[in-house]
């Protein structure tokens, strides 16, 4: 389970995120999730579940939160991912 200050890279299979009601967004590996808590400090705001049989590699947020080419990524992916379930 993805818990405060981590920050979830899918290694392998897939996973399925409810960006809103009845909207599920694919995710596969090298993609990732959690973002708003490493940027934010925020609870994650959807919900995640494997698709198949999954591997997810969780890095601690203290740890990432301090690269700026990754703050930058997940920032961009999270904006996106807004845009997404706006509509």
């Keep these: 389970k ?3 200050g981590k920050w979830c890279i899918v290694g392998a299979g897939k996973v399925g995120r409810e960006v809103v009601e009845n909207k ?5 590996v090298c993609d990732f999730f959690n973002e708003e808590n490493v940027l934010f ?12 049989d999954t ?13 700026p080419v990754a703050r930058r990524k997940m920032f961009e992916t999270f904006l996106l991912r ?5 509509g």
């Design 2 to 4: 993805a818990g405060p």
């Design 24 to 28: 599920v967004i694919s995710l596969g």
């Design 41 to 52: 400090d925020a609870p994650m705001t959807c919900n995640v579940r494997a698709l198949e």
């Design 55 to 67: 591997e997810v590699c969780m890095i601690d947020a203290s740890i990432i939160g301090e690269v």
């Design 82 to 86: 807004m845009q997404t379930s706006q």
